[in-house]
């Protein structure tokens, strides 16, 4: 990208931006047709006013407490000490309750998604070729490859013209740095949170470092061939182009997912530092890059504002769990602004976290359904699985004396919030099954609870849910037997045919089996891996005969899966072998997936 003078090789710099300047404008036609493909859903979610205050920013709202015919709300049996965990009763007139129909309010509208219109199509390129990738997802990222490659290869040899492969990766930061915000742009666009679009931020970010280290081998081998080593660190423009190259590889080697998983707090801090100080050394590299940065700088300032305005500082209520080996967190003050399924970015400010621990963002998903009448607030639940989860579990059981504690009250950050179901409604569905593993569970019982809620008040066509719930001991259901149990009486008072089966994979004492000998109706433990497609079919089924008795015809099935990559792979091969008759007669079955690899 150097000009003559400086020892670089004359090229027609007019083909070549051309060129570059094609492909950029294919890759935003591409965006654009994923845009119009994501467009129906759009509409018909944001036609509905309600739609347009929540999954955006958290805020608060006065709610009114309010109990179902079943006293489900009550402070007596609302909240259990064994367990630290409680269900919101729904606001809902107990007259029209036990008749089986929605007692007010608007059905929301049924749009099928493009999978349900072409099964067999998405069946293929929903097959899993390895973890995380898809055949849809890998013809999309060496489509991608295909097109730079062009752009850097056609008619050009990267030795003799080295400026090809720089001009190339410049027009790529901008892209890059979209894919990696949290504020995703052109998630926004295809109706896809950030954490989904991660996979093409990681491919496109492998591409732009090897055309950048593609146009470096160039001109080093000019530069070495020819004797003139030195002016590489003489000429500024060429130091400063050095300095870019060092800030890519950078990136590159610490997000290298052992790397990422291990350190992942130095990981974040070298990505930011390394990214902004890479866009300032490519406009001081070249005058051609300054366009592209500034449109990334644009892009990331963008991201950065609205997660300040999205940051909430409130003080939380910490609670262990020690049955779930879990932690609990209440934030009362905050009751609204977000979509089941949705997650935040915490950060608990309390120097019990560690010298760093309270500076780290960590991702969960909440808990809570928005605007509970109880006032429970924002809830999460989160799972001792490391180092920082397991200060945060040590600081739950640390009173201010230092001495056990039923909870501690600390202030925390919360950023968000971030992902959930995009622009699919999931009460437009007339059947829900809700696949979880482990703390998955904290997903599950968001979007049942806002299924109950909604179809208590007449905005929701969910009829049959389905919560399939694996674990490795079955101790861990035990403190959630009241909140299940609470769960299907407010199902079978607002007419929500509702079957909660957990699965255990590890054995336990006899003495414990025989506690769970007795549970509620519709609540069921079976040892071994759930097996999804028999209750997938079960699913369907009952949706299929629910309907029939009301008169009414379905509106698809939903499988959500939140939980291990190979749980949520199984909920995906269930759905993609599933009776194709039953598929269309249903109304199509999709697919919804939450793992960890955030």
Partial sequence: MSSPPQGHPAESHNPTDSLVLHVDVLLLSVLGVFT?????????????????????????TSTQRSATSSGAGSPEDGKSEKSNVSVRAMDANPSTLNTGEPSTGELPRHMSSWSSAFPGLSWLLSMQIRPGYSIGRLLLIYAYIGVVLYAGLFHSNPFTNAGRAGLVTVSQVPLVIALGTKNNIIGALVGQGYER?????????????????????????EFVSTGRWSVVVTVPHLTWGLVALICMDVLFLFSIST???????????????????????????????RPYVLAAVGIYGLDRILRIVKTRVATASLRAIPELGMVRVDIPHINS?????????????????????????????????????NGDGLVLMCKKAGDWTGKLYSLAQRGKDGEAATGRSVTVLIDGPYGGPGNTVITSFSGVMLVAGGSGITYALSTVEELLQMRAVGSSRARMVELVWSVRNPSSLVPMVPLFSRLLEYARASGVSLQISVYYTRAQADDLMQSLQVLPPGLDLSPGRPPLERLLQGVV????????????????????????????????????????QKFKAVGGVELQEENFSW
């Avoid at 493909?37 to 608060?60: C, D, I, N, T």
């Avoid at 309390?350 to 808990?367: D, K, Q, R, V, Y």
């Avoid at 008169?551 to 990559?565: E, F, H, K, R």
């Fill in 36 to 60: 119009l493909f994501a467009l129906p859903r759009a509409v018909v979610r944001f036609m509905r006013l309600s739609e347009w205050h929540k999954g955006l920013l958290f805020y608060s």
């Fill in 197 to 221: 679009l991660n996979y093409l931020h990681r491919a496109v970010g492998r591409i732009v470092i090897l055309a950048i280290n593609t146009h470096a081998i160039g001109l080093l081998y």
């Fill in 259 to 289: 790397f990422r998983e291990m350190f992942y707090h130095v990981f974040y801090v070298t990505h930011v530092v390394a990214a902004v100080l890479m866009m300032a050394a490519a406009c001081m590299h070249h005058p051609k890059a």
């Fill in 337 to 373: 602004g977000w979509l089941a399924g949705q997650h935040l970015r915490l950060k608990v400010l309390s120097l019990g976290m560690g010298i760093l621990g309270w500076t780290e963002p960590h991702p969960f998903t909440i808990a809570s359904v928005c605007e509970g009448p």
């Fill in 541 to 580: 089924d009952r949706t299929s005969e629910l309907c029939t008795e009301s008169q009414q015809s379905p509106s698809g099935v939903l499988v959500g899966a939140c939980g291990p990559a190979a749980l949520t792979e199984h909920a995906g091969e269930a759905v993609r072998t599933f009776d194709r």
